[in-house]
């Protein structure tokens, strides 16, 4: 999951004004001259001789903040009572809450929702398990998993410190594609553990979004989970990603008039995101790819440590090109970037072939700045909000999932995957495609249904669905 700074955000200072020594005249004056942007004044409450005002300030960073705070402070007539950040208020008591669909408002609803009237549904579950899905929430609700040792931007911050992400997380999962989520924290970096805890807890669930975890464990955890469940996995900071760049420059080369089967790709970062990106571009049909870490080229020659960096060396580099990120990167038709800011130069990229793709996806700061890169590249991508052709994974596990519940799959497969990458594409019609319109808006309601659609036929035609084909809604 992406947690990115953004550019500026929105303090409200509560101040008691003196109605003698100080006016709203003044205090704007001082915001301005800090710097500060006022977007709104409310009135908390008005005496006779004072009164409490809320004042929204766009402000560029905490620093920023912290001047605007101390020089309302300094006004004669003004006391700041506190300082609130906007994210900090919508995250007051968590951002989501368990709700019943049914009221119980006498004995007889309790009767049949609780005791006794539950055990008949409890005895029926029993004698066959599958009817968990009709009757219990398992048929619309996955856990989203973190350990909270790779939330990106911020690193190992412990599961508490993640829980704000996953809860971010759960409430997408709901807005978008109507599937409720619960985020489940754990206090464990054991891949054991995790595997064991994950297993235990699966009936309640019918799928699981692995979140967060760090490379290389997330592999090894995934992988386990999916070969000892019967419910979908997956770990989105891997396939997501993967799955919405594939989108991306599907669009992208239509612009540039190349064939996947025939571009020279450079992906930079070959962690967790990384490899899942690759292959989803090899199954996609690209045949000349060359991974970049810090140690340069990985090629089949050279011995590693990482059994992941070996497979991944065994199917890429078909050439078998050498050398740092520089030299490889000459003639190449795309670059994918999911490693660290600032590590592609200008030169590398004027020494790209024709009509350049460069997606780069570090965030918050991306491997190159675009408004830098813009010159020599064609299309362009970052992970950043406030910039064109954001490649965001809310695009597609909201989607994903959605379908993958709805046919009761038993596994997001690679199909699926590459159904879903297809869909969000399309949604770009021809006539809207442009340099900075690859990618269609998170806020595009056409989006979870088309990707529901394409993961749902896809997981029927390769024979992972379980749910009769129209088979009606119980």
Not at 409 to 438: F, G, P, R, W
Request: glycine share 8%; proline share 4%; net charge negative.
């Amino acid at each position: 999951m992406s947690v990115s700074s953004s550019s500026s955000t929105y303090m409200i200072y509560r101040l008691q004004i003196d109605k003698e020594h100080a006016s709203l005249g003044e205090i704007a004056a001082a915001i301005e001259r800090a710097g500060g942007d006022i977007v709104g004044i409310d009135v908390i409450s008005s005496g006779r001789s004072s009164t409490v005002r809320d004042i929204t300030v766009n402000v560029s960073d905490q620093a920023h903040s912290d001047r605007i705070g101390e020089t309302l402070g300094r006004l004669e007539g003004v006391q700041v009572i506190h300082v609130s950040d906007r994210t900090f208020l919508v995250h007051l008591g968590g951002k989501i809450e368990v709700t019943s669909k049914i009221p119980v408002k006498n004995r007889d609803d309790l009767s049949r929702v609780y005791t006794p009237g539950v055990a008949k549904i409890c005895t029926a579950i029993a004698e066959q398990p599958n009817k968990a899905y009709s009757l219990t929430i398992k048929r619309n609700t996955i856990a989203v998993v973190s350990d909270g040792t790779a939330v990106l931007g911020l690193g190992d911050i412990g599961p508490m410190a993640a829980m704000p992400v996953m809860e971010g997380k759960a409430m997408l999962f709901k807005e978008f594609a109507g599937v409720d989520a619960f985020p489940i924290c754990l206090d464990t970096k054991d891949p054991d553990e995790i595997v064991s805890i994950v297993k235990a807890m699966a009936p309640a669930f019918g799928g699981i979004n692995l979140e967060d975890i760090s490379s290389p464990r997330c592999f090894e955890i995934e992988e386990r989970l999916k070969r000892e469940l019967d419910i979908p996995v997956f770990h989105d900071d891997q396939h997501g990603t993967a799955v919405v760049l594939l989108a991306g420059l599907l669009n992208a080369l239509k612009i540039t008039g190349k064939s996947m089967a025939d571009i020279k790709i450079v992906v930079n970062g070959i962690g967790a995101a990384g490899i899942a990106c690759s292959k989803m571009l090899l199954a996609a049909g690209a045949r000349n790819l060359i991974g970049v870490d810090r140690s340069g080229a990985l090629h089949r020659d050279a011995h590693y440590d990482n059994k992941h960096w070996t497979e991944f060396a065994n199917m890429t580099n078909p050439h078998g090109e050498t050398g740092s990120l520089s030299d490889v990167i000459r003639q190449a038709d795309v670059f994918i970037g999911v490693s660290a800011p600032n590590i592609l130069t200008v030169d590398d990229v004027r020494s790209m072939a024709k009509d350049p793709i460069v997606f780069a996806m570090a965030n918050p700061v991306p491997e190159i700045d675009p408004e830098v890169a813009k010159p020599y590249v064609r299309v362009m991508a970052t992970g950043r909000s406030d910039k064109p052709n954001q490649i965001n994974n809310v695009l597609c596990f909201p989607g994903i999932f959605r379908g993958a519940l709805d046919c009761r799959a038993s596994e997001i497969n690679e199909a699926m995957k590459l159904a879903a990458a297809q869909a969000i594409a399309s949604v770009v019609t021809d006539e809207e495609l442009s340099e900075t319109y690859i990618i269609p808006s998170v806020f595009n309601m056409k989006v979870v249904e088309k990707v529901k659609e394409a993961v749902v036929e896809a997981a029927y035609r390769t024979g992972v669905a379980r749910k009769a084909w129209r088979e009606p809604s119980v």
